[in-house]
């Protein structure tokens, strides 16, 4: 591609003054939410801009459940090329998408639009929280509507997206290798519309008008002030030792050998050995939990009144799956909870302490359905109920 002369900027090593007008409207996690998003989207087999933008839109709304909702209005709002040849695209992927889509009357209820994909409750391609899919959505909004592109085509649009999702607080950015053709052909029209500041062949500058819209900024001290206890949790850093970590297998119990067996052989997680070794013979961690942590956590669960079956149900499907119980990261990731470390822990601790899930003492990987979910039928199979793993002796 032609690139236009760059004008003198920090990309071409010269200060200016990139403050965005506005304030940021992603965190750094949300951010990174953002550029998964568009990732999954430039992902899927789609023959052009027109599906890949609606793709876009979608998908963050049926992010959570896997069906979001559509309007006719919002398909309208789009301005795409050919709307009923990006529908039929996606319906070719197996999305279900009702005919009502196309009545652009204001009156028109909502048509959901379901992505089986997006419906898994393992191995969730985009495993997103309510508050951070709820972000990103109005994140995208926002962004396919600021005054530079809303009337630029779709390829330019989408690339918009794209841009400011990986553009840093200081406006710089890098162009990522998922940068769909098209929207790398339509560069030109953000720079002569103002969305761009400067392009060069790997590099670009978001413009201040939209700098509110980057994605990848730094984390406020706020957020950094969240994640800091997990320093305090950390314990004591680990050396791996082959020889060491033959020698505590052989000290464990039978039972504790099968269920060890069971992580490192597994092949859908895959562990490398180093972690799994970490996982069973570090100590147990200091138990303290931060002030911060506790009310962090409790605006978390006030979002997630089911929360305890689910996590429950999930144990009982990864299992299934695994032949092991999920450890407290992949409990997390497998029902989109984003949330740091020592917070994640506390959820889990709690859900753990209200018999919603159960564990065998510290042993790793152990989690699975506890008293209260087993009331309510949430149980493992008659078939898949060993008995369960112990400590090795001391």
């Not at 550029?35 to 876009?56: E, F, K, M, N, T």
């Not at 592109?149 to 690339?159: C, M, S, T, Y």
């Not at 030109?188 to 990848?216: N, R, Y």
């Not at 003492?361 to 109920?385: D, F, H, N, S, Y």
């Amino acid at each position: 591609m032609s690139n236009p002369a760059p004008s003198p900027s920090t990309v071409s090593g010269e200060a200016v003054d990139v403050s965005p007008l506005l304030p940021f409207l992603l965190t750094a996690r949300q951010g990174e939410a953002a550029r998964a998003l568009l990732s999954y989207v430039a992902s899927l087999p789609l023959p052009g801009s027109d599906p890949q933008l609606l793709a876009a839109v979608v998908t963050i709304r049926a992010a959570r459940g896997g069906t979001g909702n559509l309007t006719g209005a919002d398909l309208a709002a789009l301005r795409l090329t050919g709307p009923r040849e990006a529908v039929q695209a996606l319906r070719g992927l197996g999305w279900q998408i009702g005919d009502g889509i196309f009545d652009s009357d204001p009156a028109a209820p909502p048509v959901p639009v379901t992505v089986p994909e997006l419906a898994r409750e393992t191995d969730h391609p985009l495993p997103l929280g309510k508050h951070v899919r709820s972000r990103v959505s109005g994140w995208t909004t926002r962004a396919l509507s600021a005054k530079p592109v809303k009337k630029l085509p779709p390829a330019a649009r989408l690339a918009g997206l794209f841009t400011a999702a990986h553009s840093t607080a200081t406006l710089l950015g890098r162009f990522p290798a998922d940068l769909p053709e098209a929207c790398r052909s339509a560069l030109p029209d953000l720079l002569a519309k103002g969305f761009l500041a400067e392009i060069s062949e790997t590099t670009f500058q978001l413009a201040p008008a939209v700098g509110h819209l980057a994605g990848m900024r730094p984390p406020t001290d706020e957020e950094k002030a969240l994640r800091r206890p997990a320093l305090a949790w950390a314990g004591p850093l680990f050396a791996f030792d082959a020889d060491a970590w033959e020698r505590w297998k052989t000290a464990a119990t039978p039972a504790l050998q099968r269920h060890v067996e069971s992580v490192e052989r597994c092949t859908r997680c895959a562990p490398a050995v180093e972690r799994v070794a970490e996982g069973f013979m570090l100590p147990t961690r200091n138990t303290f939990v931060p002030r911060k942590v506790k009310i962090a956590y409790g605006q978390w669960k006030d979002e997630r009144p089911d929360r305890g079956p689910q996590a429950a149900e999930f144990t009982v499907a990864f299992r299934a799956e695994h032949g092991h119980g999920p450890s407290f990261r992949q409990l997390g990731n497998g029902l989109g909870w984003a949330l740091p470390r020592p917070v994640l822990g506390f959820a889990v601790s709690r859900l753990v302490a209200n018999e919603w899930l159960t564990k065998t003492r510290e042993v790793p990987w152990t989690l699975r359905p506890g008293t209260a979910a087993q009331q309510q039928g949430i149980t493992l199979p008659t078939a898949r109920k060993p008995a369960a793993p112990v400590p090795a002796r001391a």
